[in-house]
């Protein structure tokens, strides 16, 4: 296999960070798995440029690594800045609706949750119930107030974006971070 022109600091790499984080985080070695996330960002980054969807992607898994080891402020702050990076691929991407859109709504979907349920976590119900809300209301723009599917299996979550979805709350506030 040649080496020639391949870039040792790629997609690749931050691919392999991936999966050595992943195998961190099965044994609880929760530190590292972040470090890995981290590592797998810095040269997505450096590939792709900040503000590139697959850098979200890779924001997204660093924040659910930091959730999980009990550093929510981080997390928070990392989902945020995972919305401002979706967010534009979204509506550019909405007319067209192909496969791209589709990964872009499902991540602004998941986001906008981890956030509400971040919220409902640390007992904060008013966030929480904004959070669900816009999900409900990302849920109606893309596919109408009278879609059916539900990310979540919460009773409290469903009813929320449910109402979300009827009273056209703007989902597009989830970008105003606290």
């Not at 534009?88 to 906008?112: I, Q």
């Not at 966030?127 to 979540?152: S, T």
Request: aromatic fraction near 10%; proline fraction near 4%.
């Amino acid at each position: 296999m040649s080496t020639e022109g391949s870039d040792p600091s790629g997609p690749q790499t931050a691919e392999a960070f991936d999966h050595l984080a992943v195998e961190c985080w099965f044994h609880n070695q929760l530190t590292d798995a972040a470090d890995n996330y981290r590592r797998a960002l810095a040269i997505r980054e450096q590939s792709f440029g900040p503000d590139h969807w697959e850098v979200a992607d890779s924001i997204v898994r660093l924040a659910g690594a930091c959730s999980f080891a009990g550093d929510h402020a981080e997390a928070e702050s990392l989902w945020y800045r995972a919305i401002r990076i979706y967010e534009p691929y979204y509506r550019e991407l909405m007319e067209a609706r192909g496969e791209l859109f589709e990964h872009m709504f499902m991540s602004l979907a998941g986001v906008l949750g981890n956030i509400a349920i971040a919220a409902l976590q640390r007992g904060d119900t008013v966030a929480a119930e904004r959070g669900y809300r816009r999900v409900g209301a990302l849920i109606a723009e893309a596919f109408g107030p009278d879609c059916r599917w539900l990310p979540v299996g919460s009773p409290f979550a469903t009813a929320l974006i449910e109402q979300g979805k009827q009273g056209g709350t703007d989902w597009a506030a989830a970008l105003d971070a606290p």
